[in-house]
Structures are given as structure tokens and as C-alpha cells.
């Protein structure tokens, strides 16, 4: 593929501060892990505001850009021939810009081909962290922000996927950030056709982990298979032949179905450490309960069955996850590195309080206890796990600390018995779970927070075996 040729852009984006606009939004909206913060018009009609306004906001600039920019721009396919919004949008992360392409008129944000989610963000931090060198693979290149993120260190990049709109983000992500010298991209199913022509120093995946019932169709970007892990399995099972056993590095996001022990994916990780002969880290940064993975596999599979209601696709779902009874869902980071002993090290940053522990009131909490509690939990809100808020919104955290009296009421009205967090969310927010059955599942996870904030302040007392 050719790549595209951005001409005087990439200079222009650096001298404009676009990056740093993104990054300044997305602090003053306190979501740090938010691919497209919410943001204002820039005011003015200098080039830069033209092009924040055009190519984040999707806004017609208030003034023409030069002729040349302008036919630059409409060549790139980041504006149309009348100088509004083209087929790309554009963001940026730790000095890395992305583009995914815009959603069909009328759809909803970030419902196009190529996905730039959360979990995105956290994965390119988990490259940078590990700083890979040599040559690399990204199998399931996506936008190309890891892959850019890749070529950072590495003298050559690949990007793989099966999407041809990936393939041309990636190849217009890696112009934009002039790094595409160093990328190159590869259209096909990796896992049945690619054969590298020698080993790779790194490869790298955040592949499609959403568990899927046969029964739903589904888009291929999020489709994991029934448990969410058919791709990651795959690939842990060619890693060993891709990698170059001298200094080898895997590195992936996934997210799993798990229990107190960890992910269900962990023996399978385990079974390629022994084989490759390296050494593993598994950390979880974030854990919530099954029903919000089936509220969110629910929410982007109704575009994909318009024949099924909502309550229909969330009951199809609900059903899928229950049959593997496990209670939690784990969102994790990977680092895999040759020459070690086989050994793997799975670290659970997650809250020890879950949702399914029973909590009692405790009498005799100082005075400024709630409010210090309120304190925390508007920290650690900055911080829920991946997908939060696709399901939920600034109010439904909000809602939770204002109605945090009738939380301590019912915990208090349950007497020595105590009662779950699950028991207090489908109490005190009956009102919304009726109103929103699928997108108030976002409830859950803010009051698994607030009981935690809670139990830290010594206003409850809960178990913490999971």
C-alpha cells in the first residue's frame, strides 16, 4: 500500500500543539484514560484552531484554509471536497496521534471500523514501559497508535489486520506522527496466513476480547469468541515460533473471566511461558462483575441484530455469561520476556472489596468519616476500568455519591446481616435500573467503588475473599 503522503501537516499539527490540546482536555475533563475527551471549539482563526476544530471536533472551520492544506487535507481524507469533516478524526495520546475513521451520518461516536478505546490508551503505555527494540509485530494494528508507539524503539514495524480500514488508519497514523519509514502494514488473517521471514524481537496484540454468544452477530473488532479468549489463546500458541528466543517480547492487553485465583486465561499463559522459556507479569489494573461485560457486549450488539430488542440482546447475553460461572471480569496488561524460567507473576491492582461481599454498618465512625470516604471515591473515579464510560456517565457517578445517605441507610436497615453491594445498588437506584435496565449496569461498578471508599473510611466492614 502506498502510504500517504501528509506534506507540510505533520509540522503543522507539532507547531500547532494539537497533541497538547488533547491531552489539556482530556485533564480538564479528569478522564485520563478518554480517547476523545470532551472539549470546546478553539476560538480564533489561526491554523491550529482551524485544525483542532476540523479534525477532533469534527467542526467546519470558520475560516478556508489555504488552498494547499486545504487539497492536502481532502488527499488524506481528514476533510471533504467542501472543507467539512472527511473520513477521518483525529486524537492524540503521549504525544502520539491516531485516527480512526468517523461513524456512518446519524451513528454514535466511535461505532466506525477502527476502534481507539480505553484500553488502547493503557496499552500504549504498557509498550512504552517495556521500550521494545529491533523488529516488531502488531497483530491487529487498529488505529496504529501502538504500532506508533512500537516504532518509537523499533527500527521496523509491521502492522497486522484483517480490516482494511485499520490498515489505512495505521498507514495515515504512522504519516501524521512521521514514523512511517519505519511501519509497513500486512492485510490478511494473520493467524492463518502470515509467515514472517524471520523472527520478530517484539511482537505486541490487543485483540478483540469481548465474549460473544453463536447465537449474536457481532462486530469483528470486539468479537472474542464465546469467552472472549479465542484470539488471545491463538496467539500464545504461535508466539514461541514468532519470537526470536534470544530477546523476545510479548506484550498484550486482554481481558478475561475469572475467579479468585485470577483470569481464565492465566493457564494458557502459563502453558506458553514453559514453552518459550520466558518469564511473565500479569497485572490487573481493573476488575468488575460479569453483568457489566454482558451490559456492554449488549450496547454494541444491538446495531448488529435490529431485529432483537435491547432487553432481548442483554437477556441473550446474560445468559452466555452465567453458563461459566465465574464472578469476575479482569482487565489486564502482559509483559512476556525470553531467557527466564517459565515463571509467571499475576498482581491484582483491583479493590479487594467486590460487589458479591457482604458488608455490615459500623457504629462510632468519626464525624468527617462520609466525607472523607466522598473524598476518595472522587479520586478513584478518575480511574474505573476499561469500557466504564461506554456504558456510563458523569451521572452515574455523581449519583452515587449524592445518594450515598440512603446507602448507609440501607446498609443499616440490613442489621447484623449485612447485605452485598449488589443488594444496595438494586435498592437504592431501583428508579434507574427500571428506567435503563442495560445502561444502569454502570451502577454496579460505582457502588463496588463507594463500598470500598467506605470500608477504607471504617464506615463498613466487609469481607474480602473472592
Known amino acids: 500500500m502506498t502510504a500517504p503522503d501528509p506534506g507540510p501537516l505533520t509540522g503543522l499539527l507539532r507547531r500547532s500543539a494539537f497533541a497538547e490540546r488533547v491531552e489539556h482536555a482530556r485533564r480538564r475533563s479528569a478522564l485520563p484514560w478518554e480517547p476523545w475527551p470532551p472539549a470546546a471549539a478553539a476560538p480564533g482563526d489561526d491554523t491550529g484552531s482551524a485544525l483542532w476544530n476540523l479534525l477532533h471536533l469534527g467542526r467546519r472551520p470558520d475560516r478556508r484554509l489555504a488552498p494547499a492544506l486545504a487539497e492536502r487535507l481532502t488527499a488524506l481524507g481528514l ?32 461505532t466506525g471500523n477502527v476502534y481507539v478505546g480505553e484500553d488502547s490508551l493503557r496499552f500504549v503505555d504498557t509498550i512504552l514501559r517495556a521500550r521494545p527494540t529491533g523488529r516488531a509485530l502488531d497483530v491487529g494494528c487498529g488505529s496504529g497508535i501502538t504500532t506508533c508507539a512500537l516504532a518509537l524503539g523499533c527500527a521496523e514495524v509491521t502492522g497486522a489486520d484483517l480490516q482494511q480500514d485499520c490498515l489505512d488508519a495505521t498507514a495515515l497514523t504512522a504519516a501524521l506522527n512521521g514514523l512511517d519509514d519505519r511501519v509497513h502494514t500486512w492485510h490478511g488473517d494473520f493467524f492463518r496466513d502470515h509467515t514472517p521471514d524471520a523472527p520478530f524481537n517484539c511482537v505486541v496484540a490487543n485483540l478483540p476480547y469481548a465474549p460473544v454468544p453463536p447465537a449474536l452477530r457481532y462486530s469483528a473488532a470486539g468479537d472474542g469468541g464465546p469467552d472472549g479468549l479465542d484470539l488471545n489463546r491463538r496467539l500464545l500458541r504461535r508466539a514461541a515460533g514468532l519470537l526470536d528466543p534470544r530477546d523476545g517480547l510479548l506484550i498484550t492487553r486482554f481481558q478475561s473471566l475469572g475467579d479468585a485465583s485470577g483470569p481464565l486465561l492465566l493457564p494458557d499463559i502459563e502453558a506458553f511461558a514453559k514453552e518459550a522459556g520466558h518469564d511473565v507479569t500479569v497485572v490487573a489494573d481493573g476488575r468488575t462483575v460479569p453483568e457489566v461485560r454482558a451490559a456492554l457486549t449488549a450496547l454494541h450488539a444491538r446495531r448488529h441484530n435490529p431485529e432483537l430488542t435491547s432487553a432481548q440482546v442483554l437477556d441473550i447475553v446474560d445468559d452466555h455469561m452465567r453458563r461459566f460461572e465465574q464472578p469476575h471480569y479482569f482487565a489486564c496488561g502482559m509483559i512476556s520476556r525470553s531467557g527466564g524460567t517459565g515463571e509467571v507473576t499475576f498482581t491484582d491492582l483491583s479493590a479487594p472489596l467486590t460487589l458479591d461481599d457482604t458488608l455490615t454498618a459500623v457504629g462510632g465512625a468519626p464525624d468527617d468519616a462520609a466525607p472523607a470516604a466522598v473524598r476518595l471515591y472522587r479520586g478513584r473515579a478518575l480511574d474505573l476500568p476499561d469500557g466504564f464510560w461506554e456504558l456510563g456517565t458523569a451521572d452515574d457517578v455523581a449519583v452515587t455519591e449524592q445518594r450515598l445517605p440512603a446507602l448507609l441507610a440501607a446498609l443499616r436497615g440490613a442489621g447484623p446481616a449485612g447485605a452485598t453491594g449488589r443488594d444496595l445498588a438494586a435498592e437504592v437506584f431501583a428508579d434507574r435500573f427500571e428506567a435503563d435496565p442495560l445502561r444502569s449496569r454502570a451502577l454496579l ?21 473472592r
Do not use: H, I, Q, S
Open 79 to 110: 476533510a471533504d471536497d467542501a472543507g467539512g469533516p472527511g473520513r477521518w478524526e483525529v486524537t492524540a495520546f503521549r504525544g502520539l496521534l491516531a485516527a480512526r475513521d468517523r461513524p456512518a451520518e446519524g451513528g454514535e461516536p466511535g
Open 445 to 465: 461498578v460505582t457502588t463496588e467503588l463507594m463500598a470500598g471508599c467506605l470500608a477504607d473510611e471504617g464506615l463498613v466492614e466487609g469481607g474480602t475473599a
